[in-house]
T-cell receptor, first 116, second 112 residues
Framework: EAEVAQSPRYKITEKSQAVAFWCDPI?????LYWYRQILGQGPELLVQ????????DSQLPKDRFSAERLKGVDSTLKIQPAELGDSAMYLC??????????????FGPGTRLTVL | AQSVTQLGSHVSVSEGALVLLRCNYS??????LFWYVQYPNQGLQLLLK????ATLVKGINGFEAEFKKSETSFHLTKPSAHMSDAAEYFC??????????WGAGTKLIIKP
């Protein structure tokens, strides 16, 4: 069964360091989402891609966060420099198409980030 | 603006008892509603969704939810809880741009 892959699963870093997370969506899925989930809360959308283009990054803290999906397949989310408040689960999800019949989002296992 | 409210951050039930997790939404358009489950340190998995048609929706693992427009609710139920149901459950409503607005989640605790 096709799955969304994410790595690493866990990352511990010190504040002011740079971190990067990788996501490989289900093959053929055009839409890719990055979410941040703070413990005890629902996911918060950071950025949405349609193929290689950013559709929505209005909630992405652009002074320190960046995201890319260069070939419209896998994606990288970077934080530089990391701050204590960035400790959270970072989830990647993909969907076949932004269409009401094909918009089910499939999630990866997430990357748990701890900033010390 | 659309929003989702999940009543109760924690719900505790005994094994074999009825599970009821509450979700209320606000939406200016006919809503598409979802329930996802998240096990510890894992991603989210779709349990069920309501789009149009039948208001009682059946999902995986014996869960079901009923869309009640008059009450703006989409509560999740399961007749008999199993230990394996212990997880966090999230209700979500889809925006017109297909993005999801999420509730804060309800942690389901199963007592032996």
């Amino acid at each position: 069964e096709a799955e969304v892959a994410q790595s690493p699963r866990y990352k511990i870093t010190e504040k002011s360091q740079a971190v990067a997370f990788w996501c490989d969506p289900i093959s053929g899925h055009a839409t890719l989402y990055w979410y941040r989930q703070i413990l005890g809360q629902g996911p918060e959308l950071l950025v949405q891609f349609q193929d290689e283009s950013v559709v929505d990054d209005s909630q992405l803290p652009k002074d320190r966060f960046s995201a890319e999906r260069l070939k419209g397949v896998d994606s990288t989310l970077k934080i530089q420099p990391a701050e204590l408040g960035d400790s959270a689960m970072y989830l990647c999800a993909s969907s076949l198409s932004p269409d009401q019949r094909q918009d089910e989002q499939f999630f990866g296992p997430g990357t748990r980030l701890t900033v010390l | 603006a659309q929003s989702v409210t999940q009543l109760g951050s924690h719900v505790s039930v005994s094994e074999g008892a009825l599970v009821l997790l509450r979700c209320n939404y606000s939406s200016s358009v006919p809503p598409y509603l979802f329930w996802y489950v998240q096990y510890p340190n894992q991603g989210l998995q779709l349990l069920l969704k309501y789009t149009t048609g039948a208001t009682l929706v059946k999902g995986i693992n014996g869960f079901e939810a009923e869309f009640k427009k008059s009450e703006t609710s989409f509560h999740l139920t399961k007749p008999s809880a199993h230990m394996s149901d212990a997880a966090e459950y999230f209700c979500a409503v889809r925006r017109s741009n297909y993005q999801l607005i999420w509730g804060a989640g309800t942690k389901l605790i199963i007592k032996p």
